[in-house]
């Protein structure tokens, strides 16, 4: 399968102006015959918006899941982006999975990053769950979600093949590791891809990273941006890389019951 990461610069609380780039993008991917595409953390509000979220938040059945669902249908491709959804009185940091059959899945981040995302976002408590698309198995995590070992683990050992990841990463010196390091190790001792779509440029004084990936199952790139605009596209193949898997399987050669000892 051929898939697309967006790596955009988002317009402060403007649902519309997102939501075009988002179009542009998934027109673009499709022409060129990609069936999925993944957006960054927050893309279609913005990120750096603080309370606002408590207004701009919708929930998953509001007008902006419904045009990212008009989008999927009409183009043939199944879409990943970030939202704040409201559900009763809680906003949570969501993900939305739109599918061209009309279908939707959502993922609602557990790892909350820093004082200002905790103000504005209740944390989820529930597990990602794994969704099958066009015969592969795909997982969502939300961006500091992966820097947590035991999240893309949980999906390997339920069968995702792939991981989607909007992220919403600051610029740092720390925080450009993430991409380079952290990303494609977690894609090698899970043995499946990853696909790592950030914001960049800057918004209400914050900087993002960019430096969207997407890693293989061995380790390497499969595609990378740098700091400014841009639309990756990489084949996913998980039958190619049974090499990989037969010279270190991690995933077999667990030891799980060390692991539970090692706890207490």
Do not use: W
Not at 9 to 14: C, R
Not at 72 to 87: K, L, Q
Not at 136 to 142: D, N, R, S
Request: glycine residues 10%.
């Amino acid at each position: 399968m051929l898939i697309a990461a967006l790596q955009m610069e988002p317009v402060s609380g403007d649902i519309d102006a997102n939501l075009e780039k988002i179009e542009r993008a998934v027109k673009s991917a499709a022409l060129m015959g990609a069936r999925l595409l993944v957006a960054p953390e927050l893309a279609l509000t913005g990120y750096a918006l603080g309370q606002r979220f408590a207004t701009l938040a919708e929930p998953a059945e509001g007008p902006m899941v419904g045009r990212i669902r008009g989008l999927s249908r009409d183009n043939g491709v199944a879409i990943a982006v970030g939202f704040p959804e409201r559900a009763g009185d809680h906003v949570y940091n969501s993900a939305v999975l739109a599918l061209p059959d009309g279908g939707i899945h959502i993922y609602r981040k557990c790892h909350l990053y820093g004082p200002k995302e905790r103000a504005a976002f209740r944390a989820s408590s529930a597990p990602p769950a794994v969704y099958d698309f066009d015969g592969l198995k795909l997982g969502m995590l939300i961006c500091y979600d992966v820097e947590f070992p035991e999240m893309v683990r949980g999906l390997a050992l339920a069968g995702a093949q792939l991981v989607l990841v909007p992220t919403a990463l600051p610029a740092g010196p720390s925080a450009r590791q993430v991409s380079r390091l952290i990303v494609p190790s977690r894609a090698m001792e899970n043995q499946l891809f990853i696909a790592y779509a950030d914001l960049c440029g800057t918004e209400n004084g914050a900087s993002y990273e960019g430096r969207s990936v997407i890693a293989a199952p061995d380790g390497e790139y499969l595609a990378r941006a740098g700091r400014e605009e841009a639309l990756l596209l990489a084949r996913i193949n998980p039958a190619g890389y049974a090499v990989t898997e037969a010279e270190t399987p991690y995933l077999a050669d667990r030891q799980p019951e060390v692991y539970r000892q090692m706890k207490q």
